[in-house]
C-alpha cells in the first residue's frame, strides 16, 4: 500500500446492543477514513462509543449495519476463523489492562501471537527477543508478568503488538493505568513506530494526550462522531475538545 491511501474506512457503520426491549445505539451511523501512516486519536466521555468503534476497527465485532474496509476489503461480514486471520496478521492491539498471560514469561507473551500464525519455534525465539530490546526489557524476558512494573507490562503490551509486524496498531487507553511519567515513556514508543510508518489508532478521553500525539482526532458523543480536527502547525486540539465538552453540556 502506498502511504497516505486510505487504509481502513467505516462508512455509515451501526452497532445495535437488544437489552430486554430496549435498543442500545452504541455506534449510530459513523464515518471514519484512516489514512495509512496516520497518529489517530479516538476520543469521548463513557458511553460515547469510541470503544465500541475501536473493536469495530480491530474486527474484534461485526456491524450491525453498514461497511468496513480494511486494505480496500470489505471485512464487515466476515467469519469469526476469517476475522482472527486479519486480526492475527494486519492488527496489533494494546489494551489498557495489559492483558498478559500471567503463568507465561514475557518473551512467552511476545511469542504467543506468532504461535498462532504458525512461525516457527526458533524464528518466534529471535522475533521476540529483538522486540524486548526494542521496548528496553531485554533485561527481562525471562521475569513473569507478576515480577515487572505497570509500566513494563504495558512495554511487553506493545512488544506483542509487533509480533506479526502489523501495518496498524489499535491502543485502547493505553496509559489508563499508568502515571504521568510512565505514561510518557509508552507514548514515545507509540510515536516511535509512528514515525517508522506503522498507523496508530488510540482511544483516549485524555485531550493532553490527543494535542501532543495525534494528527487527526475523532470526536465521538452519543455513538457519533461530533467533530473531526487536524492538528496543524500546532492547533489546540485540547482547546477544540473545551468547546465541544461546553456544547455538549
Given at each position: 500500500?502506498?502511504?497516505?491511501?486510505?487504509?481502513?474506512?467505516?462508512?455509515?457503520?451501526r452497532?445495535?446492543?437488544?437489552?430486554?426491549?430496549?435498543?442500545?445505539k452504541?455506534?449510530?451511523?459513523v464515518?471514519?477514513?484512516?489514512?495509512?501512516?496516520e497518529?489517530?486519536?479516538?476520543?469521548?466521555?463513557?458511553?460515547?462509543?469510541?470503544?465500541?468503534?475501536?473493536?469495530?476497527?480491530?474486527?474484534?465485532?461485526?456491524?450491525?449495519?453498514?461497511?468496513?474496509?480494511?486494505?480496500?476489503?470489505?471485512?464487515?461480514?466476515?467469519?469469526?476463523?476469517?476475522?482472527?486471520?486479519?486480526?492475527?496478521?494486519?492488527?496489533?492491539?494494546?489494551?489498557?489492562?495489559?492483558?498478559?498471560?500471567p503463568?507465561?514469561?514475557?518473551?512467552?507473551?511476545?511469542?504467543?501471537?506468532?504461535?498462532?500464525?504458525?512461525?516457527?519455534?526458533?524464528?518466534?525465539?529471535?522475533?521476540?527477543?529483538?522486540?524486548?530490546?526494542?521496548?528496553?526489557?531485554?533485561?527481562?524476558?525471562?521475569?513473569?508478568?507478576?515480577?515487572?512494573?505497570?509500566?513494563?507490562?504495558?512495554?511487553?503490551?506493545?512488544?506483542?503488538?509487533?509480533?506479526?509486524?502489523?501495518?496498524?496498531?489499535?491502543?485502547?487507553?493505553?496509559?489508563?493505568?499508568?502515571?504521568?511519567?510512565?505514561?510518557?515513556?509508552?507514548?514515545?514508543?507509540?510515536?516511535?513506530?509512528?514515525?517508522?510508518?506503522?498507523?496508530?489508532?488510540?482511544?483516549?478521553?485524555?485531550?493532553?494526550?490527543?494535542?501532543?500525539?495525534?494528527?487527526?482526532v475523532?470526536?465521538?458523543?452519543?455513538?457519533?462522531?461530533?467533530?473531526?480536527?487536524?492538528?496543524?502547525?500546532?492547533?489546540?486540539?485540547?482547546?477544540?475538545?473545551?468547546?465541544?465538552?461546553?456544547?455538549?453540556?
Amino acid at each position: 500500500m502506498v502511504k497516505g491511501e486510505i487504509i481502513i474506512e467505516l462508512k455509515n457503520v451501526r452497532k445495535h446492543y437488544h437489552m430486554g426491549e430496549s435498543v442500545v445505539k452504541a455506534v449510530d451511523g459513523v464515518n471514519i477514513s484512516i489514512k495509512e501512516g496516520e497518529f489517530v486519536a479516538v476520543m469521548g466521555p463513557s458511553g460515547s462509543g469510541k470503544s465500541t468503534s475501536m473493536n469495530l476497527i480491530g474486527s474484534l465485532d461485526i456491524p450491525t449495519q453498514g461497511k468496513i474496509y480494511l486494505d480496500k476489503e470489505d471485512i464487515s461480514q466476515l467469519s469469526e476463523s476469517d476475522l482472527a486471520q486479519i486480526r492475527g496478521k494486519k492488527i496489533g492491539f494494546i489494551f489498557q489492562s495489559f492483558n498478559l498471560i500471567p503463568n507465561l514469561t514475557v518473551k512467552e507473551n511476545v511469542m504467543l501471537p506468532m504461535m498462532f500464525q504458525g512461525t516457527p519455534d526458533y524464528e518466534r525465539e529471535i522475533k521476540a527477543e529483538e522486540l524486548l530490546k526494542k521496548v528496553d526489557l531485554g533485561d527481562r524476558m525471562d521475569h513473569y508478568p507478576t515480577e515487572i512494573s505497570g509500566g513494563q507490562m504495558q512495554r511487553v503490551a506493545i512488544a506483542r503488538s509487533l509480533a506479526n509486524d502489523p501495518e496498524v496498531i489499535l491502543a485502547d487507553e493505553p496509559t489508563g493505568n499508568l502515571d504521568t511519567k510512565t505514561g510518557e515513556k509508552v507514548m514515545e514508543f507509540l510515536e516511535q513506530l509512528n514515525r517508522e510508518g506503522k498507523t496508530i489508532i488510540m482511544v483516549t478521553h485524555e485531550p493532553e494526550l490527543a494535542q501532543k500525539h495525534a494528527s487527526v482526532v475523532y470526536w465521538m458523543r452519543d455513538g457519533k462522531v461530533e467533530k473531526v480536527t487536524h492538528k496543524k502547525n500546532g492547533f489546540g486540539i485540547v482547546e477544540e475538545e473545551k468547546k465541544l465538552m461546553r456544547k455538549g453540556k
